[in-house]
């Protein structure tokens, strides 16, 4: 079985498992540029043309004027040319003078997310896809139940409470190395500069402490994922 191939397996399990499509859905793509999103938007674009169930997508990148990394968003716009998707770019920033409490990671997050869910109701979908992958759940989980006292993590599915949005990860079952190689033998471009704080958060720790624990146990994603799905039915 190709790469490829592992990742549409994949991708196909957890719209199945976790029902995150139905009929006549309306699906807002958070298009970061990064190599997820991506390859989650060419999923669903892909997904999208086979007969049921019929739903449409959308994208949507949101510019931070105060956070300096870049993105090609000519290629970003012909990409999503290329799949028959329409692209909407929406400019946004924030003052992280206002909110001590918070550090700007979160305050950079909590505004893309905000401008995202303000563009999907405007554009009447039901539903935001995130590009998250399996790694991103596991150090979710790690982040929370250390500094959180928690053991919780990113749903694939969650429905809000307070308006008719779903958010959906279908990415959920896919290691992030799985889609570094598709990245590579899809040739997706690289963002032209990265986020100069990525380094310096506690999901780049979290990550390096998963390595650690998968070298000291090579089953430590499937006892892990297992104990996240546990927790979530409780």
């Known amino acids: 079985m190709t790469n490829e191939e592992k990742i549409t397996q994949l991708f196909n399990t957890a719209l199945r498992d976790y029902r995150l499509i139905n009929d006549g859905d309306r699906i807002l793509v958070g298009l970061s540029g990064g190599k997820d999103s991506l390859a989650l938007l060419q999923l669903l674009a892909k997904r999208s043309r086979i007969f049921f169930p019929r739903f449409q997508v959308e994208a949507a990148f949101i510019r931070m004027k105060n956070i300096p990394y870049q993105n090609d968003e000519a290629y970003l716009q012909g990409f999503a040319d290329s799949l028959n998707v329409t692209l ?5 920033s ?14 950079c997050s909590w505004n893309r997310r905000k401008q ?15 590009g998250h992958n ?9 982040m929370n139940m250390t500094f959180q006292g928690m053991f919780d993590t990113m749903r694939p ?10 958010i959906i990860r279908p990415l959920c ?7 570094q190689q598709h990245a590579e ?7 032209v500069k990265n986020c100069p704080f990525e380094d310096a958060s506690h999901r780049y720790d979290m990550k390096n402490i998963i390595s650690q624990l998968e070298e000291m146990n090579p089953e430590f994603e499937y006892s892990f994922f297992r104990a996240i799905a546990k927790a979530a039915k409780k």
């Open 116 to 130: 995202l869910f303000e563009l999907a109701k405007q554009l009447k979908c039901n539903k935001i896809a995130l």
């Open 173 to 179: 079952l896919i290691r992030e190395r799985l889609l």
């Open 94 to 107: 924030f003052d992280e003078t206002t909110d001590k409490r918070h550090t700007h990671c979160f305050l």
């Open 185 to 191: 033998e899809q040739g997706f471009r690289k963002q």
């Open 157 to 166: 599915s969650l429905q809000m409470d307070k308006f008719p949005m779903t």
């Open 88 to 92: 909407h770019i929406v400019e946004t």
């Open 134 to 142: 399996k790694d991103d759940i596991m150090q979710t989980a790690l």
